[in-house]
């Protein structure tokens, strides 16, 4: 028999065992099979080393379930006591930008108003203005950057949309 | 026969559904069920990967306390013990990474030159220590002899039957890698076992 014949016969053992082969293969390989013993007894070996690769038992430390559950629980419990915090801090978020853009004109007034009578020059007075204006917006990148610092070790692959 | 093969895919979804539901409301009956269901298949995977018991303790509880933070992340599309075996392979990468800087796979590859071995060799196991039975003790002897990337693949594949594109999405690697490795584990197993090599 050629050499190649064994060649392919290997290969498809092997690939019988990782993922699976066409019928026409299988009839070929059972046939080839039949009249090889070489073959016959590297597909036996095969299939006793995945065996014992199955048959391996490992113990389970004693109440690793129970110490697991324990710490998750406290976790939870953790997690649910930070949860009001965050959500009155968005609360907040969302009450000063609210709160920004109805008075925006009202202020805007204001500070004309109040750098008039300061004498102060134009330019002076907007300045103040638009930090009026950013700094609550700077507020909440400041903690959006925070949130994200807080999750900087979660990796890509843990998001499913891969 | 599509019927009870349909049937059961039909039923591993819903589940996957359902898990994916209670992770994102954090119940935490599910996490306690899921933690006794899963915790053999996790631990061997971790003490496995890790070759270190106490380690693999820590990983698995730390793997759960994850599940339970990014748990809102599985949306069921996908088997949980797949995106499990992520999870934990993840922090046993970041815990190389952080002591070696560099990842599992590199570390692990041994056509790199200077391959890690999870397990230092010429010391006595603590996965040796973890088996009891001598048959066991002779297989894991063997299993040690395999360097540790096809390790992991052929107990996903052959231990936790994971489907090829599962292992894929776990190890973050294209399907042709898993096939190789499969490959090359495979032909390393039959060496590696007594009696192997000379059949």
Known sequence: MSENIHQRALQLIAQARVEGMPETDAAWLGAHLDTCDSCAAHARQTDRSLRSLRSVAIPLPDGLARRT?????????????????????WFACGVSWIFGGVSAPYVWSLFQLLGARAGLPKFVWEIGFGLWWTIPALFV???LLMEK??????????RQDS | MPGPTLFFSTLMADEAKTIAR??????????????????YRLFRYLVYVTGNQERAEDFFQETWIRVLERGHQYDGKSKFEAWLFAIARHLVIDWQRSKK????????????????QLVN??????????????????????????????REVLVLRFQEELQIDEMA???????????????????????????????
Not at chain 1, 69 to 83: G, I, M, P
């Open chain 1, 149 to 158: 610092v807080r999750q900087g070790d979660e990796p890509a692959w843990m």
């Open chain 1, 141 to 143: 990148v400041a903690v």
């Open chain 2, 101 to 116: 800087a560099q990842s599992l796979d590199t570390l692990t590859d041994p056509e790199q030159e200077h391959p890690l």
């Open chain 2, 22 to 39: 209670g992770l994102q409301r954090r119940d935490p009956d599910l996490l306690d069920r899921l933690i006794e269901q899963y915790q």
């Open chain 1, 69 to 89: 559950q324990f710490r998750v629980r406290l976790r939870a419990q953790e997690l649910r006591e930070r949860e009001p915090q965050r959500r009155a801090l």
């Open chain 2, 169 to 199: 999405g776990v190890l973050s690697i294209p399907i042709s890698t898993v096939k190789s490795r499969l490959y090359r584990g495979l032909d390393a197993l039959r060496g590696a076992l007594p009696g192997g090599a000379a059949s």
């Open chain 2, 121 to 150: 060799e010429s010391e006595p196991s603590p996965l040796h220590q973890v088996l009891s039975n001598e048959t066991e003790k002779t297989v894991h002897a063997s299993l040690q002899k395999i360097p540790a990337i096809y």
